[in-house]
């Protein structure tokens, strides 16, 4: 069983940056994509980037240039830098792994952390 643990998130004020880190446990081999979510008040739950285990990202369109994945796989973390957060970047955190390869790389995520909350006020 796969163990994920955010931490990081916090509030900040709009323009600043936070770092999120998701430690990962108990796999016994690497997942094959990692990625973070984030659900933000009324709306459902959206992917925000996702790094597969060549080490190649995806992001979601509208976060391109702000937010950047990173995965330090000696001490199975992964990080999201967030830069110039705006407020409705307000939102609950996810991390998640992809440990069972069906197909098409980081599209079924099965482990799923308790979240980490980001506040971004005006």
């Known amino acids: 069983v796969v163990q994920l643990v955010e931490s990081g998130g916090g509030s900040v004020q709009s323009g600043g940056s936070l770092r999120l880190s998701c430690a990962a446990s108990g796999a016994t081999k690497s997942p094959f994509c990692m990625g973070w979510f984030r659900q933000r008040p009324g709306k459902e739950r959206e992917e925000v980037a996702s790094i597969d285990s060549f080490g190649s990202t995806t992001y979601a369109d509208s976060l391109k240039g702000r937010f950047t994945i990173a995965q330090d796989k000696a001490t199975n973390t992964l990080y999201l830098q967030m830069n110039s957060l705006k407020p409705e970047d307000t939102a609950m955190y996810y991390c998640?792994?992809?440990?069972?390869?069906?197909?098409?790389?980081?599209?079924?995520?099965?482990?799923w952390g308790q979240g980490t909350q980001v506040t971004v006020s005006s």
């Open positions: 998640a792994a992809e440990s069972v390869f069906l197909g098409v790389l980081c599209s079924s995520w099965d482990y």
